[in-house]
């Protein structure tokens, strides 16, 4: 592989012009299929497989034409203090708003709260349920005013009106602190660098990848059902990776001319062997991104293949785009060790002759843990293990109206609706029973049955279609949406349908929002095992293959297991114990969202094979070479610890820069995979690794003499060019004969 993406990279650097027009093209083609494709309409949010996605395609095809994918708002007055809605100023302004509210051109329905019993029992709190045609995010923005307009007039007659729902729901913002991940970026390659050309390489050809990417991504948002979250994460992983990737190629070109090449063999080699590690680990994220599918949960699905596809660009544009525009910056990108003048470089130093070279800092750090390693090691492991303590506590959910700001009107509204009429009212629980075929007493005796329940505030009566053999069934359970106790209602009810089915030939379902999300969480917990079996034990395979040992990608896994739990730690800490949550703009705790844990061991895992591959295949490189265990781990280091470093705190700052974000799915996804780098890049492969590979000493690279002929030769290492070298060494020797 080395010798392909050597003469890969010269190519490239030859035929820049070609290249960097094509890279253009690409985003230009990109950027015209985003701009002129129709805006995408709200993500279908299935759950194959599941009970409660089985009531839901139920009632699409029993109750047809009610919209079942429609946006719905809930407008929640509230009476002024000494008065009830039932007063007749009161009663009147809010027929009045009901009034407004059904001559909108995309309403379906708006039930008055008079007749339908949405009066609180102390009277003061009051609600009118709206129901549209078309979904949220397709709502017209008239209809969105129209909604405001009335609920404004309502507050002028002195009421206290608020609006939950998803009528009103946003594309979510990330705010100014990704731009700020951006520029401290940029402060990185900047100081690694010395340079402003070499460190605008990498920012320059990661914007490039991810414009092309996110592009894409919403060209095809509305043929392929693709939501605003799947763009958020892709341009997350995609600046993030392809920052990195660039950073890694640029970093061993300057090295190579440090080492007296030319320009374009420089280029070639840093292709041939940053490549190499650029690859497998691009190759790493994309299997990881990709395995998401084994969950079969579409959404989560779609986010994975949109991710992986933008790291694949990431990974082409390192590959071709970098050697171009090296060759195009010329002798601008200055060899390792130099400055450009605007930096400092060019200044006479003091004279250094006859003392020795002083050591960088990698070379230090691994000399002392090479030393002391069972120390480093046990306080690696000692203070990840406290770190993901709070990891025996996670508590799983998905958001809604609770989790809001107290500052958003939808927040308000579940506040206002959760005093009135009790917790439970924000989740209520659908209940559809299918007597097709079957005793039509089912009705009245699932009815019966979950009133005799522990946990049921209240229960409406069957309300059967126009065939008479389906009916639906309202239940309010005592306690809020993400309790305990709720959940285990949804079981009881299910438990009890069981029993009604072997008696009547009825089927009952339980579905709804909270049933949602409680089956979501299930299956997420059902598919975490398999999940990581796969994903690891791929990236296992692959590992083997690149480093030719067993103990090396064993290590890896296990790295990779302790950083993920003590991130996971983290966000429990944060987002569900409130731990530092004003500094993170956490306004409300609670469950940590249900798809959060297998996301993490996904994404994570994907990245932290990053660090593995580009830092270990150094000291691979060096043992192959001659070097002794230990000396080959401080040759890694020496090579590779400031990059892997800068690579890592530039990943740390992109993630972080999505904390901002308005959307607390966003916002934790950012947070948690920021801390998870930092504990993955600074603990476990800055200390665990070396520690660990110091112990082992020559078994690390250990591998059974027939798994060493089986498996294929990729040459990470680089030794076909060193070949290559030897060639062209001899053939100037008998030139010279």
Do not use: C
């Amino acid at each position: 592989m080395a010798t392909f993406l050597y003469k890969l990279g010269r190519l490239a650097f030859r035929r820049r012009h070609f290249v960097a027009l094509l890279w253009v093209a690409l985003l230009t083609l990109a950027g015209v299929g985003a701009a002129s494709a129709p805006p995408a309409g709200s993500t279908s949010f299935s759950i194959p497989g599941t009970e409660a996605q089985k009531a839901f395609d139920l009632l699409e095809q029993r109750f047809p034409g009610q919209s079942a994918d429609g946006a719905t708002a809930r407008v929640v007055f509230k009476a002024p203090s000494g008065e009830k809605m039932t007063d007749a100023g009161n009663k009147a302004a809010v027929q009045k708003t009901v009034r407004e509210l059904s001559d909108g051109s995309e309403v379906a329905s708006v039930a008055d709260p008079y007749k339908g019993n949405a009066v609180s029992k102390d009277g003061t709190i009051a609600y009118a349920s709206v129901r549209y045609d078309v979904s949220g995010m397709e709502l017209e923005e008239s209809s969105k005013d129209a909604l405001k307009d009335a609920a404004q007039q309502a507050r002028d007659s002195g009421l206290t009106v608020e609006i939950g729902g998803d009528a009103l729901q946003a594309i979510p913002e990330t705010g100014a602190t990704e731009v700020i991940g951006i520029a401290i970026a940029a402060v990185v390659l900047v100081i690694t660098f010395g340079s402003l050309i070499a460190a605008g390489l990498p920012l320059l050809t990661a914007l490039i990848g991810v414009g092309i990417g996110v592009s894409s991504i919403t060209a095809l948002a509305g043929v392929m059902d693709l939501g605003s979250t799947t763009s958020t994460l892709a341009m997350m992983i995609g600046l993030a990776v392809g920052i990195d990737y660039a950073l890694f190629i640029v970093s061993r070109y300057r090295a190579e001319l440090a080492e007296g090449r030319e320009r374009e063999d420089a280029a070639g080699r840093a292709v041939g062997t940053a490549g190499s590690a650029v690859v497998f680990a691009g190759l790493t994220v994309v299997i990881a991104l990709v395995g998401l599918a084994v969950v079969n949960i579409p959404m989560l699905t779609k986010m994975g293949v949109a991710a992986a596809g933008t790291v694949a660009i990431a990974v082409l544009i390192a590959l071709t785009m970098i050697p171009a525009l090296l060759g195009y910056a010329g002798r601008k990108v200055r060899p390792a060790g130099q400055k450009s003048r605007l930096l400092g470089g060019g200044r006479a130093k003091a004279s250094t002759e006859g003392r020795p070279a002083k050591a960088n800092m990698g070379t230090r750090w691994a000399s002392f843990v090479v030393r002391r390693p069972l120390a480093v090691l046990l306080l690696g492991v000692i203070g990840l293990g406290a770190a993901a303590i709070p990891a025996a506590s996670l508590e799983l959910g998905l958001p809604d109206d609770g989790s809001q700001p107290t500052s958003t009107t939808q927040r308000r509204a579940y506040d206002l609706l959760s005093d009135g009429f009790g917790p439970g009212f924000n989740g209520p629980l659908l209940v559809v029973v299918d007597a097709k075929g079957s005793d039509k007493s089912a009705f009245t005796k699932v009815s019966d049955e979950i009133k005799g329940l522990d946990g049921v505030k209240a229960v409406t009566p069957p309300a059967p279609n126009k065939a008479g053999d389906t009916a639906t069934i309202s239940v309010i359970p005592d306690y809020k949406p993400s309790s305990v106790e709720t959940e285990n209602l949804v079981h009881a009810i299910r438990d009890a349908g069981a029993d009604i089915k072997a008696d009547t030939g009825a089927e009952t379902l339980v579905t709804g929002s909270t049933a949602m999300n409680i089956d979501v969480s299930q299956k997420l917990n059902d598919a975490l095992i398999p999940y990581l079996v796969l994903v690891v034990g791929l990236a296992f395979l692959l590992l083997i293959v690149v480093f030719r040992s067993i103990l090396v990608p064993l290590k890896a896994a296990l790295g990779f297991l302790l950083s993920v739990m003590a991130a996971l730690g983290a966000v429990v800490a944060v987002f569900q114990w409130g731990w530092l949550a004003g500094l993170m703009g956490v306004e409300e705790t609670g469950p940590v969202m249900s798809m959060m844990p297998i996301f993490m061991v996904g994404v994570v895992f994907g990245l932290a094979m990053d660090y593995e591959v580009f830092l270990v295949t150094r000291m691979r490189e060096a043992y192959v070479h001659g070097e002794k265990p230990a000396q080959a781990v401080v040759t890694g280091f020496k090579h590779g610890a400031r990059v892997v470093t800068a690579a890592a705190v530039i990943m740390m700052a992109v993630f972080s820069g999505f904390i901002g974000s308005s959307e607390s799915m966003v916002k934790m996804i950012g947070f948690g995979l920021a801390i998870a780098v930092f504990f993955d890049a600074f603990i476990v492969r800055m200390a665990i690794v070396p520690a660990v590979l110091a112990l082992l000493g020559k078994r690390a690279w250990w591998l059974p003499r027939w798994l060493d002929r089986a498996l294929p030769n990729v040459d990470v290492e680089g030794e076909g060019l060193r070949k290559l070298d030897d060639g062209r060494d001899e053939d100037r020797e008998l030139v010279r004969v």
